[in-house]
């Protein structure tokens, strides 16, 4: 139980384009859902943080207009590069819980995404 | 606020050998604490968690961790590690008073090396 997919698992695309990230909770409604970002050797750094149908909580430093996130239902959340530039290069992994008191993060399998 | 710190950057241990990969934490109150492992290009996978009860909690794969108040420390232990094993570990804490829609904070992580 408790299985998060991620999609895509590999993105490859020009400088200046927007990419979108999906992440569905497959078997759990996912109340809260979370995107970190990870770059190579290091911890996860949290992005944001999404509940189903309200407006994503951003962390200090992180760019609302840059990294569009939307929790439109209680499985699926999604990340949107916005016109992305090599320095948007990461692997981005999402979580998500349920409400359920003490539960852990479940995560997706990441994406590797690469701005030429 | 709270902190989670992973003093090794990497452990090495035969196979067949006991292997322990140490975490300390610090909350205001209660802690509930996590253990992952990350293969590469994956996300991160829930081992084991304590939230109550005894000290001793037990995991995925083999593992295990003990919870010590005194020495605010959460190791991750194997009586026996496996090659398989060898991956990157992070521990994890939430205070439960801290809100925050059950946001947790990772350690830097530890690479696991098991030596054939």
């Known amino acids: 139980g408790a299985v998060v997919s991620q999609h895509p698992s590999w993105v490859i695309c020009k400088s200046g384009t927007s990419v979108k990230i999906e992440c569905r909770s497959l078997d759990f409604q996912a109340t809260t859902m979370f995107w970190y970002r990870q770059f190579p050797k290091q911890s996860l750094m949290l992005m944001a943080t999404s509940n189903e149908g309200s407006k994503a909580t951003y962390e200090q430093g992180v760019e609302k207009d840059k990294f569009l996130i939307n929790h439109a239902s209680l499985t699926l959340s999604t990340l949107t590069v916005t016109s992305a530039h090599p320095e948007d290069s990461s692997f981005y992994i999402c979580?998500?819980?349920?409400?359920?008191?003490?539960?852990?993060?479940?995560f997706g399998d990441g994406t590797r995404l690469s701005i030429l | 606020a709270q902190s989670v710190a992973q003093p090794e950057d990497q452990v090495n241990v035969a196979e067949g050998n006991p292997l322990t990969v140490k975490c300390t934490y610090s909350?205001?109150?209660?802690?509930?604490l996590f253990w992952y492992v990350q293969y590469p290009n994956r996300g991160l996978q829930f081992l084991l968690k304590y939230i109550t009860g005894d000290n001793l909690v037990k995991g995925s794969y083999g593992f295990e961790a003990e919870f010590n108040k005194s020495q605010t420390s959460f190791h991750l232990k194997k009586p026996s590690a496996l090659v398989s094993d060898s991956a990157l570990y992070f521990c994890a804490v939430r205070d439960p008073l801290s809100g925050g829609y059950q946001k947790v904070t990772f350690g830097t992580g530890t690479k696991l090396q098991v030596i054939p």
């Open positions: 909350v205001s109150g209660n802690p509930y």
């Open positions: 979580s998500a819980t349920s409400d359920r008191k003490n539960q852990p993060q479940h």
